[in-house]
């Protein structure tokens, strides 16, 4: 898929500045993106990998040249990709992560929760950079997750990234730059992806192709932001609000019959289905949070999903990081196929004990 500037929802700011890079031939060798989305900061760096690789200087990427139809399935082979890894990682993971990537780039790769960047792939690296570009006199280097360096494998990548050969572009991305080497860091030139808002969104779930109506859906349920607003707007449902209501409501009376019925119902519709619903409650909770602090009315989805009435309160009366966390460990543990009935059950006694605890 070639990305465009205008694919890029709500970066302006940030297409500008590289573009304005472009035209002054002032293109870093080191390119740290900073941002909130994975998703987001992947296809961001791949939009610049085509400007640099792309075979004509005006306005790149210019989507015609053989450079750029190559990054239609990412075969470019002046483009690297260093993944974050486990130990036990072949090389069928990273062509796959590679596939998944090129079929859909604004969705974060899936890759292990404790993977890291190893020494093994900064190593593959030097040993790429060492020689000449396949194509044209340029090459680049894409990092996803780059606050995953382990120590040795950013120790390796430092002198390299000091000193890079003629024709050399490394693009490092990141969601968080506290554990990263402050020596990597002021080698690169940073820029900042905007925060995503939710007419943003929208625009891009229609140009996706999703309805009017689940676009508006989503683009307001998901804050911002864009990954999940991605997952879900391919799921039937669009009002989990609306259908969220009964499962709320036996989950504060403790009806385990209820629960129970709304379980079944959820399992029948596939592991995705049951994200939507958990994610959904997931906002519902972070609603009654700003509830709660005496957030103005407009911070809340009540135009979309109907009057909760008395829930917001009652939900609000309860330990709701606490909530917000087993909801986290549920949806984590049914991404890496945890028995779905299972991860529901213990969703239902751990929040059957917050409410034990306002002493109903």
Known sequence: ???????????????????????????????LILGKEDGLLQAAAIWVAQAILCGKTSEPPCGECSSCQKFQNLTHPDLHFVFPAAATATTEDFRQNIRDLSEKPFEPVDVPETADILISSVREVNKLVS?????????????????????????????????????????????????????????????????IQPEDIRKFLEKQGFSAEKSIA???????????????????????????????????????????????????????????????????????????????????????SGRFGSLYADYGRLDLSAGLKVLDDSMYKLQRNVHAGLTLLNLAIQFRKLVRGLGK
């Open 1 to 31: 898929m070639l990305i465009r500037p205008a694919d890029l929802p709500g970066q302006l700011r940030f297409t500008q500045a590289v573009q304005n890079a472009f035209q002054h031939q002032r293109i870093p060798h080191s390119l």
């Open 131 to 195: 020689r000449s570009a396949f194509e044209g006199d340029r090459q680049v280097f894409i990092f996803l997750g780059a606050e995953r360096f382990r120590k040795e494998a950013a120790n390796a990548f430092l002198k390299t990234l000091e000193e890079p050969p003629a024709g050399t572009y490394f693009i490092l991305c990141s969601t968080d730059t506290g554990s990263m080497l402050q020596t990597i860091l002021s080698r690169c030139q940073k820029l900042n992806l905007d925060p």
């Open 218 to 304: 989503w683009s307001v349920m998901c804050q911002g932001q864009l990954g999940v607003a991605l997952r879900f707007a391919g799921t039937e449902s669009i009002d989990y609000y609306q259908a969220l209501h009964p499962y709320l409501n036996s989950l504060m009376k403790g009806d385990l019959p209820g629960i129970y019925e709304q379980y079944q119902i959820w399992e029948k519709s596939g592991k995705d289905e049951i994200l939507a619903y958990l994610q959904a409650m997931t906002f519902f909770l972070q609603d009654c949070l700003r509830v709660k602090a005496g957030s103005p009315d407009k911070l809340t989805r009540q135009d979309l």
